[in-house]
């Protein structure tokens, strides 16, 4: 019996990779669910916004190493990161005002907005290939681990190895520090407030004196800043291709609901019960078991409880039992 | 007699879609070689190619279908394609076979298509999963592995060559830990890599594509230790592996089509000239498939599928002048002059059977961040 | 200009679409090919099934469901299922123990719901559920996976599964409804309380469930190995060309054997879609006007209140949903013929369901000429905007210097513009009118 | 007679594309004056009331606050202008709490209005009870409390109220009146429409009754209800 | 008719009805009044199948029926209307009305496919019936026009259109009269009083005003804080100084300065 190897091998394979999964996915889910909870529609432009925002920081990332500019141990990335904000807010901003404000006006249904994000993710989608291609583009650099797996087991003298990826702990970090200032915004300030009377009750807030273009266009700001931030760091962690953003929309939308639609803590818990359920419903248990089982116990086959090729599956079906038992999400989510 | 000015080739790839980013290296591979032959002014009387580009979507039956209408009705000869399996055997079925047209499909790989009733009409530049299976449990077993681990991208070439390295590497002793599925598109790996350094191994198989999922899983693997050797398929060799994840990748090794010609080597250099990578996945075989259609076209004096199909073969295959990628101009001419010809292009093109590619192999082992070939199979 | 004219009007357009695809190559987006206007037409038809089940699901009664995907696979799985032949041998070696595992599933699940309905909520009825299903499955998966493993090995490369029942492929449609209705059900009866988004997005997994399903277990229908040369409700177009009276016919047409024996085959397909969606429309066209279709639109308005005034919502639903369901079921068994193969691989939800929402949308939801048109208009974009953002793309660098650098790139990245184009035409008809082009009254 | 404060001058309109609800109808307030609008259903009150906050277009026909045209201004800019609306029906944001409601109804205000939602608290005390509980969780009468509540919160220069009392219970309703009046009595401008139209005529300085989306009858408060027509007609005999 | 026992609704914490014990004669009309929250709209929707009590039984003619869905109280001859309306937007005034009645032979598929001759007389006698009830509200001249669009006073109306569509043997009526104009509100009354007497319905009205509930209801019971609080004829009740103190209260304070003020 030995916990200690167990205990890190497990961290290494399941815990550190899936909270750092989870956490992009939150990221990611945070802005469509503050979308929804405020412009209520589901934004299904999302993953492209995230991809441009991530393009805009992968050309100025290259433009900066081939200045020679770079931020010591942590990748160039971080210090594009403004810029691609910033483009992103841009992008976002003339989107809305050549496209959803008819809608608004025309006060149309969620579902037309719906198929109006549709339309401008296929439009972003172009946009997107146009410029970077839809090739694989890494732009990671600076130092890639804060341990790594060789290193740790020289260290400790244990058979496993954990390692830690730069990448890993910055989206953590991140994740914490946006969540933690979103929810004050949101519930704390006045124009916090004002954003979530305004998806209350449109007319009211009018009344109220409220600015419903202001409301909208911070609203967009911070889905901006969320989408870049989100999507430059899963490239940081993975790599950057426009296809696999747009397939992220999966995963992030199932994210957003688990946790509740519009609730930003929502969307954090979602998005670690959909990667955790990705990496341990299907997780071989046999290594594990043969650390911490007697001899005798020892699993012959691999103890997995399901194959890897029904991850998404797992991942869909844990939602859809989360939904039956709490029907607008875990923290209870709006639902226009 | 009526030889036409131009001759017109589809291209019919998944442009957008799944495999969007191996398209445009495909489609730059097959131009090039319908570029060198109307440069070379060779063909009939010196007459044009042009190609005309359409999209599959990888995974659209109704848009692949509607879009090879399109192509013939636009008057294209033959068609280079498809590529996604799914779309390649709609084509064929509902479009090519009614209409007796030609395709030629550099990526296909799957065994189902083998047995398709396809009227002599389907031809492949990639070789089946099954051959390249033997040579990879071959390649293990030379290099003394016992153990491995084995996930493949989901779709019938990866689930075609994973069972297939299964089954001939067990016969020959070996022990396969897990078999284990990876789909491409998604940007996660953790739950695979998790799976596969519990089941452990020697090695692991990646038999993916190196710029999809196959990527990502190696660097999954690296990053958390779980692997430090890998076995590369065909879809994993190509130049971006290791530059990509670097050093670490070293003393992996694997396998692609190819024959002791330079064919490959002289194709990636050709490429790199126009600006692609000549060594991304298909990108030879879709430079071979071209190059075959037209060949054959010469050699039958004819663009009417129901004169050259019976060509594709014979230019292929020996007996005959050997041609390497570049020689386009020399084969047409020797064809003109009644000679014989032995395709080899980039990939070392050999076709057997119902329009299959024999493929004879090149072992591959990285070292110093390149992949080098250091055996013929 | 009355409403009527209007409507009419629009589907004229989008026959004159077709005609000019049939007849012209004008404008650059054309191809002249009776048979490619023929092939867009089929699948269009086929997308306004789909589209009019939709819109049988949202615009009568306002359900959210975005797993369209996963009922037009499960269609083309009835297909396998119904029409191709028994695997030689897969029913002994491995079959009927399948079916015993099956059966084995159903039960513990069946235990599992009868043990939480049966006893109070607690710790004994946590741990009796889990103890049921963890042994349920412990025994499901012993049951199971031999014979699963002995199905596979018979010929893996060309079988490998238990094969269907040999029936004739027309039968298929009827029972991909059938089979989506089945399954269409039991989603019903566990998702349908959830409400808009919730509701969508436990559709969409369930899709996603169903064709990780179909794509992994290769007993059941090869997997990702797919199933090709599925058989055919027409002949076959080599057989017309070789078939004398055929060849002499189309002579005397002024057509010859390939150009007609594709033709014939393609107008086939059109006619019998063509009985299908009028035979649909028409039903769901009198069921809309009916109190039936008052009643749903009641629900779909204010479902508290229509509960209060004695409408049975929840039963309602589900109706709506299996027969909803069901149309897209039809769909797909119809998709997979016309195809000839069924290729799991191939289901997306951007291509089997958000495109399939686009079209109900554009269309107008809540009217079953609207999604019909729908279906249809969309359907043609969907493979026509790739040579027109050619085009677009064409005019764009027609100003710029032959060895521009930004021309190559522009002319590279031209595929692209498919889906930038799809976008812009999506863009510009909602603009102009955002309740559809033929809205609900 | 000078120009009154708020006047909605022989304003004809109605919804969007719609037909005139509104013929060339007139209403006005002057400071610590209540302005009762009775009528039947339907008549168009809610609609007036709209129209001189500028939630739908007049097609013609002015409206006025203290001798400035506004007739153009969005109903946001009129909020600034200070005037303070409480609609009939969906008057209150009903995910946010109680506390948070009145907050937004303090939302143009910089100043500290921590006093002015302890006097709303006086008034209604129910709500005090119940500030950190979401609005929409409450009972109607409660709402509707919530609702006036947030209206005074604005500190407004002219308060407009669409029927205040509907469903609160007699002496919230008595309180309610009373409340007006008082606030009236600091001069405020009073405009709201009533079904209660008895005892909200017996408060009012004016009294308008609209039949069909045109003034039918306007006079004093006491001089509608002395009148027996209007008595019959409007205020249930 | 209708037998409350020791009802409980617990909101969280929160108890909205706390114990609350009352009986519907049979042929009554029955006040139900009390203070804003005192947990009367509580009491119908557990009532009426909306809510789920937390304790306690209700019966109907001596039948349990305690947690019932809505749908099957209204073939039960339970109908309800709700205090803020709950209108089907998207449907006409008329079509309102007309989908209340239950078992119409149109609202089962197969019939309206191949029974098309039978909808079609018995949609004839809806509208019929349905312009009946529009005409007796005075709003027939909005039978067109979606509920949606139609004045707030209008959709009470409408909503208590709905409940005279059918022979129901007892209805819960939620404030129909709060934004219903006076004099229109005591022809309903009237109304009500004649469907009591001619056709033996059941009434139970919540109502804030005193006028209202004095021309119709005998007994009126008084809720406060989840529980009855009194019982008994109108004026028995408004003599009860509990029942002032929490719920009539005593007048306007500030009248006399304001008629002074004008003085
Ligand atoms: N969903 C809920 N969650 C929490 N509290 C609630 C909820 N619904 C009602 N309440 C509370 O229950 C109490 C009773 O509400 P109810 O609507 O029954 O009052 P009522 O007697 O009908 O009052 P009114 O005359 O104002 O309509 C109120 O204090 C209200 O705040
Ligand atoms: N949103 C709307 N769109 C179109 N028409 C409307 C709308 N709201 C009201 N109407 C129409 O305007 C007319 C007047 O409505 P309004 O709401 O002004 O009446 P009201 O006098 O306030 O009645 P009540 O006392 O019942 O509230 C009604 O006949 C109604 O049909
Ligand atoms: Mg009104
Ligand atoms: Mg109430």
Known sequence: MDFLNAFVALSNFVLIPGIAYGSQLALGALGVTLIYGILRFSNFAHGDTMAFGTMVVILFTWLFQSWGISAGPLPTALLALPIGIVATMALVLVTDKAVFKFYREQKAKPVVFVMVSLGVMFMMNGLVRFIIGPGDQRFGDGERFIIKAGTFKKMTGLDEGLA????????????????????????????????????????????????????????????????????????????????????????????????GLGSPLGAIAGGFVIAMSEVMITYAWKKVGGYILPESLEPEGLAQLLSTDYKFAVSFAILVVVLLFKPTGIFKGKAV | EGQPKEVKLGILFGFTGPIESLAPTMASGAELAMSEVSESGKLFDGATVTPLRADTGCIDNGLATANAEKLIAEGASGIVGGDCSGVTGAILQNVAIPNGMVMISPSASSPGLTSMEDNGLFFRTTPSDARQGEIMASILADR????????????????????????????????????????????????????????????????????????????????????????????????????????????????????????????AGKASELGFDGTSAYSPESYDAAALFLLAMQASGSVDPKDYVSKITEVANAPGEKINPGELGKALEILANGGEIDYEGATGVNLIGPGESAGSFREIEVQDGKNVTVKFR | MSDTLKHTLLFAFVGLLLLLEGTTTAFGVFSGSWNSSLTILNMGLISAIMALGVNLQWGFAGLFNVGIMGFTALGGLAVVLTSMSPTPGAWEAGGQRILLALVLGAATIAAAIYTYRKLAAGLTRTVAMLAILIIGFVIYRAVLDPGVAAVESINPALEGNIGGLGLPVLLAWPLGGLLAAGVAWMIGKTALGLRSDYLAI??????????????????????????????RPLPYEVDLQGDPAFVEKAASWGLDATTASTLYVKLGYSLMFTAVLLVLLWMAQMALKSPWGRMMRAIRDNEVAANAMGKHVTRRHLQIFILGSAICGVAGAMMTTLDSQLTPGTYNPLRFTFLIWVMVI???????????????????????????????????????????????????????????????????????????????? | MSEPFLIGDSMTGGYGKGPDILHDCTIAVNPGEIAVIVGPNGAGKSTAMKAVFGMLNVRSGAVRLGGEDITTLSPQERVIKGMGFVPQTSNIFTSMTVEENLEMGAFIRTDDFSDTMDQVYHLFPILKDKRHQAAGELSGGQRQQVAVGRALMTKPKVLMLDEPTAGVSPIVMDELFDRIIEVSRTGLPILMVEQNAKQALEIADKGYVLVQGANAYTGTGQELLADPEVRKSFLGG | MIVVEDLHKHFGGFHAVDGASLEIAKGSITGLIGPNGAGKTTLFNVVAGVLPPTSGRVLMDGEDITGLPPHELFHKGLLRTFQIAHEFSSMTCRENLMMVPGNQSGETLWNTWFGRKRIADEERALRAKADEVLEFLTISHIADLK????????????????TMMVDAKIVFLDEVGAGVNRTLLYTIADAIKRLNEERGYTFVVIEHDMEFIGRLCDPVIVMAEGKKLAEGTLDEIKANDQVIEAYLGTGLKNKDKLQGADA
Request: charged share 15%.
């Open chain 3, 202 to 231: 436990a559709t969409l997994g369930i899709a996603e469930i169903i064709i990780a399903v179909l794509k992994n277990e290769d007993w059941l229908s090869r997997g990702v190995k797919n199933v090709v040369g599925l058989p």
């Open chain 2, 144 to 267: 003394g592995v016992d153990s491995i681990a084995i996930t493949y991208t989901n779709n019938d070439y990866g689930k075609g060559l994973a069972d297939s390295i299964q089954s001939s590497f067990e016969a020959a002793g070996g022990e396969v830990t897990i078999v284990t599925a990876h789909e491409d598109g998604k940007g996660d790996y953790s739950a695979e890599v998790a799976a596969l350094a519990s089941a452990g191994g020697d090695i692991l198989v990646v038999a993916g594509y190196l710029d999809q999922g196959g990527l990502g899983i190696i660097q999954g693997a690296l990053d958390t230790g779980a692997f430090d050797t890998f076995g590369l398929p065909d879809g994993m060799i190509g130049d971006s592996l290791p530059t990509n994840v670097g050093s670490d990748l070293n003393g992996s090794f694997g396998q692609i089509a190819g024959s002791d010609s330079e064919g490959a080597e002289i194709f």
């Open chain 5, 147 to 162: 509920a949606g669009e139609i004045s707030g006073g209008q959709k009470k109306l409408l909503e208590l259109g709905r």
């Open chain 3, 362 to 441: 554009v269309g107008g939801s809540g009217n079953n000429f609207g999604s019909v048109l729908g279906g249809l208009l969309v359907w043609f974009l969907w493979i026509k905007v790739e040579p027109m953002g050619v085009m677009l793309i064409e005019l764009v660098t027609s100003g710029m210097s032959e060895d521009s650098g930004l021309r190559a790139h522009l002319l590279e990245s031209a595929a692209h513009m498919r889906l930038f184009t799809m976008g812009l035409v999506l863009l510009l008809v909602l603009r102009f009118s955002p309740r559809g082009l033929i809205p609900e009254k």
């Open chain 1, 164 to 259: 830690i990826k730069t990448s890993q702990g910055i989206t953590v970090v991140t994740a914490i520090i946006v969540v933690a200032l979103l929810f004050w915004f949101l519930n704390k300030t006045r124009t916090g407030k004002s954003m979530r009377a305004y998806s209350d009750n449109e007319d009211l807030a009018l009344l109220s004196g409220i600015n419903p273009e202001r409301v909208v266009m911070i609203t967009w700001l911070i889905v901006a800043a969320l989408a870049t931030i989100a999507g430059t760091l899963y490239g940081l962690d993975k790599s950057f291709k426009p296809f696999t953003y747009f397939q992220l929309l999966l995963p992030i939308f199932a994210a957003a609901i688990v946790g």
